[in-house]
């Protein structure tokens, strides 16, 4: 794991090397230029002091050494009257004015002048000068290289004084129960943080009212479960309880009705679950046209034992991208919801047509409907629209969650469901999808 503060010293520290570097070499560039002018003016002071008058005779040298400054003498004939530093090899001609001459020695400076009736030659090598310049420029740097522990360490506490309000925040959270939704405060936090603890904010908010549905769906699950399994086991009591066959075969039926109802609501929540908006789904296109005509042919049978007419009206070839198991969950409720609660003798028409490119799936019954006022309500969880009686002209009970799984799927695939009366006076229920797949010609 990479640490913010340790990645934050050595970038820091790297840059103010870098800036040393470079205020170092800038400060050798303007000593050296320096250098070069007043050495070249010393060149020129001592060719100024030189005597003009002839030299009778060459002179011996000096020194056997490069350093410093060396003097070449010439007379108009062009004869070598004195060379200081007879192992130096400089140009046995002299250029008027400056010049740099590179030699086997090293590079020079050279200045050429006529001194009465003598030429004057006198040449200093460059190395002088530049480590002249480059000791100006240490001297200056030296307390800032002395320095830079100092600086990391300065680097490290204040980077670390900085990073504390991460800390507490960290601290905070790690200290926190579980079940402790409440918001992180925000106040007195640098700008840089505030954006992380808000977003954690907005994170516990949802995780709160994500465990508050849990919560609810729990409690609701159980209290509808209830009733079915006490149900179950006062049907198996009167199994077991029965003398003669004939009530023992109407104890049995009764017993295999409620583990029916049972083992339906138990899918309907397991549906219900699966269909949450965080469930994960694979999405693909789904031929709307094909689904369709699978799940009427799955349910028309027990549409025909019910006694009801269903048939496809009208189903025009239409794509969408989504979830193909979770589109046949939502069909089979909407067809088995439309069976269930017409009564014998209706009929359920089912319809896909592609209105303005978007596919649009619309189921119409004969059955007792839904009131306007109640149709809103009928998708919350275990909510049974209508009395009694109109729950009587079917032969299976609901359980509430039909619709409720028909909206999140609907939710799930960006579908807009909408209830209103059939032309039959029954209920007419319209999905309405996104823009259809394209299919490539």
């Known amino acids: 794991m990479h640490s913010i503060r340790r990645q934050l010293l050595v970038w820091l520290l790297a840059l103010v090397i870098v800036g040393v570097g470079f205020a170092g070499w800038l400060i050798y560039r303007q000593a050296l230029a320096e250098a070069n002018e007043l050495f070249d003016y010393q060149l020129e002071q001592i060719a100024a002091a030189l005597p003009s008058e002839p030299f009778s005779s060459v002179l ?8 410093g400054v060396v003097i ?10 004195y060379y200081s530093h007879p192992r130096v090899p400089l140009a046995p001609h002299a250029e008027l004015g400056f010049s740099t001459e590179a030699t086997p020695r090293g590079v020079w400076r050279v200045y050429s002048a006529i001194v009465g009736d003598n030429v004057v030659q006198l040449a200093q090598p460059l190395s002088i000068r530049n480590r002249l310049a480059a000791g100006v420029a240490w001297r200056t740097l030296w307390p800032l290289v002395v320095l830079l522990p100092l600086l990391g360490m300065a680097i490290w506490i204040i980077v670390g004084r900085g990073l504390k309000p991460l800390q507490r925040v960290t601290r905070a959270l790690d200290t926190r129960h579980p079940e402790a939704l409440e918001p992180l405060p925000d106040n007195r936090l640098p700008e840089e943080v505030v954006p992380v603890v808000r977003a954690l904010n907005a994170l516990l908010a949802r995780l709160a009212t994500a465990l508050d549905t849990q919560k609810a769906f729990v409690a609701d699950a159980a209290h509808e479960l209830r009733t079915p399994l006490a149900a179950v086991q ?208």
């Open 60 to 67: 011996q040298s000096r020194s056997d050494s490069d350093e």
């Open 234 to 441: 006062i049907q198996s009591q009167l199994v077991a309880r029965a003398k003669d066959d004939a009530s023992r075969k109407e104890a049995l039926d009764d017993l295999q009705a409620g583990i029916t109802r049972a083992t339906r609501l138990a899918e309907q929540l397991l549906a219900l679950a699966r269909s949450e908006p965080d469930g994960k789904s694979e999405t693909k296109p789904v031929d709307l046209h094909a689904l369709l005509d699978e799940c009427v042919g799955a349910s028309v049978l027990v549409a025909q034992q019910r006694g009801v007419d269903l048939g496809i009206e009208a189903s025009e070839p239409a794509t969408i991208s989504g979830d193909a198991n979770a589109l046949r969950v939502m069909f089979n409720n909407l067809i088995d919801n439309a069976t269930k609660y017409t009564p014998d003798g209706g009929r359920v028409d089912v319809c896909l047509q592609v209105k303005d490119g978007n596919p649009t799936l619309e189921i119409a019954d004969s059955g007792p409907g839904i009131p306007a006022d109640e149709r809103e309500r009928v998708f919350d969880r275990f909510y049974r629209a209508g009395t009694g009686a109109s729950r009587a002209r079917t032969d299976v009970a609901g359980s509430g969650l039909g619709l409720a799984i028909v909206r999140r799927i609907a939710v799930q695939h960006d579908a807009k469901v909408s209830l209103a009366e059939s032309k039959s006076g029954g209920l007419l229920v319209s999905i309405q999808f996104r823009s259809a797949l394209t299919t490539p010609v």
């Open 72 to 81: 070449q003498i010439w007379n108009r004939n062009g004869v070598l009257m």
